[in-house]
């Protein structure tokens, strides 16, 4: 059985071909569900809008019980898939807080900038690139009152100590690429990997941006879950396409249409000062095509320009070849935040059942918050305590939600719109035939199961 963390052979070719092959024909976006996702997200506790009763802190966001569940199966999944499943890749955890020397070593204290813009008539601020006309202000929809673009920096500053001033100054870090770059060597030496090999981070990251909007899509403070790829140099560029593939295909894998995805190569002009190429994946958002996750082939930059600020060695030496090189970086970067909110909108589906109307999310179970719930068809203690007792075996293996409130038809409607994909019904017969309903969420369909046989067949089901 081939490696899965193997460059396959069919990879080998030019990217540029390649991509085109994956982009789907252009779809026409839903707007309403935009409303939708964000009611259904305050209703059933997945996001809230942060310190609410303070009258709301803008573009910061608190993940409920439900959110914090399906935003940890996310990550879950994503570490599970770069990390857990290959032997090129190694974890990391770096630090927030970062002295200066870090960031302008890494460009971003001169070209970490947005062109901001403000408008005289109506004092809106706007991000110049983001205009659809140059001139004209979308607020008011004035034009000719803007002014001109002026660079603005999206990195927070603080300071460190009990002593404010240029030598106490620090950043919270905008990306969390960095902290993989400058602990290169450190991994390299601890885990003696060669290679190509990988360095993954899951971490918030934070920026200041000039126009957050769009619910949970860009906010000042996000999750970010990285991964730098150091390969030979002259391995880049099938690496690069590897990634390219591999991570568009994470995405169709865990449950979002193909016709709701594209990877699109960035043009030249777009491209970011350290890339030698870069393609993102897009999703087809309720506003249109905007991007999940960027892979760039950074090149030797950033190793480069941390040596040579910090004064450190960042090359590897072959001992079989006998050649000293700078390893090129492949950086597949995506937002868990806004991947978690893709997901929401790729599983969300209203449909009608008899007179009423079923919403429901056809999540994948690795993203569902819960993956069972336990449902008593009676409060009495004839059956909730039993139901207790198998929600509690169920819970030592997968997240196992209980409630025996309200009628069954209304739980299952509950269960349905969180995207819990089975509900464990004990009712009065399971005290006679030891067996219970398992009902499945997306074809409705009910079957009888013994009680001795629940885990095993949700396994057969959850675990694959």
Excluded at 41 to 66: H, L, M, N, Q
Excluded at 85 to 112: C, K, T, Y
Excluded at 204 to 209: A, D, H, L, Y
């Amino acid at each position: 059985m081939k490696s899965e963390w193997e460059v396959p052979a069919t990879l080998k070719r030019s990217p540029r071909v390649l991509l085109k092959l994956r982009c789907p024909s252009m779809t026409t976006p839903d707007p309403g569900l935009f409303d939708k996702i964000v009611n259904l997200s305050k209703r059933r506790g997945i996001v809230y809008p942060s310190a609410e009763i303070y009258g709301g802190f803008r573009s910061t966001y608190d993940y409920g019980p439900i959110g914090v569940l399906m935003l940890r199966n996310v990550k879950d999944a994503w570490w599970r898939s770069m990390v857990q499943m290959r032997q090129d890749v190694v974890g990391l955890d770096a630090s927030i807080l970062s002295p200066p020397a870090v960031w302008e070593a890494s460009g971003h204290l001169s070209n970490f900038t947005d062109p901001l813009v403000d408008c005289r008539n109506c004092g809106a601020r706007h991000r110049q690139d983001k205009l659809k006309k140059k001139d004209l202000c979308p607020t008011c929809g004035v034009s000719g009152e803007l002014t001109e673009p002026r660079n603005f920096n999206l990195m927070f500053k603080t300071t460190a100590g009990p002593v404010e001033g240029a030598g106490a100054e620090v950043y919270l870090r905008p990306e969390t690429a960095q902290g993989m770059f400058i602990n290169y060597a450190n991994v390299q030496y601890t885990t003696r990997k060669k290679p190509p090999f990988g360095i993954a981070q899951i971490g918030k990251s934070f920026r200041n941006e000039i126009t957050p909007g769009n619910f949970v899509f860009r906010t000042r403070e996000f999750e970010q879950m990285e991964m730098e790829f150091f390969v030979p140099p002259a391995e880049a560029p099938q690496w690069y396409e590897y990634w390219c593939q591999t991570r568009l295909q994470w995405y169709i894998d865990h449950g979002i249409p193909t016709d709701q995805l594209m990877l699109r190569p960035h043009e030249d002009d777009e491209l970011s000062h350290y890339s030698l190429g870069t393609s993102d994946v897009e999703y087809l958002f309720p506003w249109g095509w905007d991007e999940l996750e960027g892979i760039a082939n950074r090149g030797d930059f950033d190793l480069t320009q941390h040596a040579k600020a910090a004064g450190a060695k960042l090359e590897y030496y072959d001992q079989v070849t006998k050649e000293r090189y700078t390893p090129y970086v492949i950086e597949p970067a995506a937002g868990a935040t806004r991947t978690m909110m893709a997901f929401l909108m790729a599983a969300y589906e209203e449909e009608q059942v008899n007179d009423d109307t079923r919403t429901v999310l056809r999540l994948h179970h690795r993203i569902a918050p819960y993956k069972v719930a336990v449902l008593p068809l009676s409060k009495k203690p004839e059956l909730s305590g039993p139901a207790t007792e198998l929600a509690n075996e169920l819970s030592g293996r997968w997240m196992c939600d209980y409630d025996q409130t309200q009628a069954i038809g209304k739980r299952y409607r509950r269960q349905d719109e969180i995207g819990t994909p089975f509900c464990v019904t004990y009712d009065f017969e399971t005290l006679e035939d030891k067996s219970v309903t398992i009902r499945e969420r997306d074809s409705m369909e009910q079957v009888r199961i013994p009680l001795d046989a629940v885990r095993g067949w949700l396994a057969e089901r959850l675990d694959e």
